[in-house]
């Protein structure tokens, strides 16, 4: 269950990667790009410097993943009916506006969905961990000086 301490910061983080998402017309490279502010501020609302970092980062690692799960749903909600245009023999997919990657313009459309709707959030896990690591080295490195 979901304490009213929790829910602003998780409706505040929908807000945000909703914006971002329209802000990319739904293509999610500021989805992916916010995952440098998040890492950062998970990691400085986390990780207390005396703590036993053990159970911080496995909270870290959860919130980054529940943060990569909100795009992913996100990114279904946006480009999840194109999906059924391949099982329509009569879908252009040469002028749906999809770069021709691969191509083909149908394993070109399938290349652009996997990549709008899995491998974007992913990068954003990706980038989430990556400025996590960052902040907590730095932090660590202040600490110990």
Not at 48 to 55: G, R, Y
Not at 56 to 83: D, E, H, N, P
Not at 106 to 131: C, E, R
Request: aromatic share 10%; hydrophobic share 55%.
């Amino acid at each position: 269950m979901i304490s009213k301490q929790q829910l602003k910061p998780l409706i505040m983080y929908l807000l945000a990667d909703i914006i971002c998402a329209g802000a990319g017309m739904g293509v999610p490279i500021f989805c992916i790009l916010l995952g440098f502010p998040l890492g950062w501020l998970l990691t400085k609302g986390i990780i207390s410097p005396t703590a036993n970092l053990a159970p911080s980062l496995r909270k870290l690692l959860k919130l980054s993943l529940l943060s990569s799960v909100v795009t992913f749903l996100l990114m279904i909600l946006i480009w999840g009916s194109a999906i059924l245009l391949l099982f329509d023999n009569s879908s252009d997919f040469q002028n749906f506006g999809h770069p021709m990657i691969l191509y083909d313009p149908k394993i070109s459309f399938i290349g652009w969905l996997i990549l709008m709707i899995i491998i974007s959030p992913f990068l954003q896990l990706l980038t989430t961990i990556f400025a996590s690591f960052i902040t907590l080295l730095t932090r660590l490195e202040r600490i110990s000086m």
